[in-house]
């Protein structure tokens, strides 16, 4: 099994990356420093934290282990996937395809995929913005196998063309990964060049993005590209499931330094890659994720944001076009404190507002049965992220683990009398005092699990 190259000439990254300028960012970088050493402290950060003002940065600070078996340090210069920070990119490419006249958003699909079903009522916006009612591939118990082996956009839409709608399109919202694989295979038919490649001729080379790349070929080698964890027990890491990354291609297949996904958003925001005029509609606030973007209100001004999670990593970036402030938190960890909360506070941080310390994790004693009373299957509401999700607890040598099936689970950490912390999602689990369920909360919101065995 491959995986990138951490060496020691990680020393010359300092002449590589996007170096902080003195004055405002060294307060801002001690400030920075001081709101993450909690989350140091207990392994649940690690990466790059990249703050701009226009383009002035103000820091780029690294933090923790590229790679934990050679106790190789990130630097400002490590490469790291970037799981669904992938989107804008290939929503990108396709603007940069229509603003050449080689394709148009509202081209129905079977124009160029004619023999995906319904392909007659699905334009390219439905599956720009999430609206086309095709199902995640991610939910499917094939693509546990799959993302473990080579694929192309074309294997991988095999695994999701012949399941049936979730909604007539453009009638809802609801996030799918399977939508950006067409996306990527459209980009293909259209350009006859091979994702990776049109990305790096129109988008990479043209803005000067010499550390981002598309992850299509495990056989590779990736220079100074950090090796991906997840949590493990209350403070440890343990390395993360493989996966193949050709099986995320056009949804979270790219890997960047924190830099070259700035200078991206830069250029996006300057209209340097696509016209001011298509960035505007683009980034008009509206519900859901739209061209790989969540237009947000975010501490009182309007906020652009994209993030994601892969296996081993985690993604967030951040731009107030008011301010022409730019958050970029890259790490090389499962857990989700990048996106929330570290990404938005720092963000809080730079405008000027004041930010709370993060809690400590602080386990708690618990007795054997009181944790077996915990064993049993639950079924979330349709409002959670996988709806109507079963999911079972089991104790395992003392320890409760929250089992989301495809062979993946969560150690639950107890916190206090019927609480306890998922470190893989960061979020409180609280258990009903009569048995009846839990509540899960994580990233803001609340979503109830009935016990249902």
């Known amino acids: 099994m491959r995986r990138c190259l951490c060496n020691a000439s990680l020393i010359v990254l300092a002449m590589l990356s996007v170096k902080p300028e003195p004055g405002v960012g060294d307060t801002l970088s001690r400030k920075v420093d001081r709101y993450l050493a909690p989350y140091l402290q207990g392994n649940n950060f690690t990466g790059v934290v990249l703050i701009a003002r226009g383009d002035r940065v103000l820091v780029n600070t690294a933090y923790g282990l590229a790679n934990r078996s050679w106790r190789i340090a990130n630097m400002p210069g490590t490469r790291f996937h970037i799981a669904s920070v992938s989107k804008p990119f290939t929503a990108a490419a396709i603007l940069v395809l229509e603003e050449r006249g080689l394709l148009r958003t509202r081209d129905q699909v079977s124009k160029y995929v004619p023999d995906f079903p319904h392909a007659d009522e699905i334009t390219l916006l439905h599956l720009l913005t999430h609206t ?129 996904v700035f200078r991206f958003i830069r250029a996006y925001a300057q209209g340097m890659l696509v016209k001011p ?13 739209n061209f790989g973007w969540f237009v947000r209100k975010s501490h009182g001004q309007l906020a652009v944001a994209t993030n994601g999670r892969s296996p081993g990593f985690t993604a967030s970036a951040e731009y107030y076009p008011a301010q022409k402030l730019t958050v970029v938190v890259l790490s090389n960890s499962y857990s989700p404190v990048s996106q929330s909360p570290i990404a938005e506070d720092l963000a809080a941080m730079a405008l000027g507002q004041s930010v709370p310390p993060p809690a400590k994790i602080v386990p708690a004693p618990i007795g054997g049965a009181a944790l077996e009373k915990l064993e049993g299957k639950y079924r979330f509401g349709h409002d959670f992220y996988r709806p109507n999700a079963e999911v079972q607890i089991r104790i395992n040598d003392g320890q409760a683990e929250l089992d989301w099936g495809q062979n993946f689970r ?20 609280r258990m009903s005092p009569d048995g009846s369920g839990f509540t899960y909360s994580t990233s803001g919101r609340e979503f109830k699990a009935e016990r249902v065995r």
């Open 277 to 289: 005029e298509t960035v505007m509609q683009v980034w008009t606030e509206k519900p859901g994720n």
């Open 132 to 260: 086309s009612g095709i199902p995640n591939v991610n939910d499917m118990p094939e693509y546990e196998t799959a993302q473990r082996l080579p694929q192309t956009p074309r294997s991988l839409i095999a695994l999701f063309k012949n399941e049936p709608l979730h909604f007539p399109p453009g009638t809802k919202y609801e996030y799918s990964n399977s939508n950006y694989i067409l996306l990527a295979y459209i980009i293909e038919a259209v350009s006859r060049k091979a994702y990776g490649e049109f990305l790096r001729e129109n988008i990479f080379s043209p803005l000067g993005l010499a550390d981002a790349g598309h992850d299509g070929n495990a056989a590779d080698v990736i220079a100074r590209c950090a090796s991906g964890y997840q949590p493990h027990g209350v403070t440890d890491l343990e390395n993360a499931p493989y996966v193949d990354w050709s099986a995320k291609t056009g949804n979270g297949s790219l890997y960047s330094t924190a830099s070259d």
């Open 410 to 429: 969560s150690a639950l950490i107890p916190v206090g009398e019927g609480e306890f912390v998922d470190r893989q999602f960061w979020a409180r689990v």
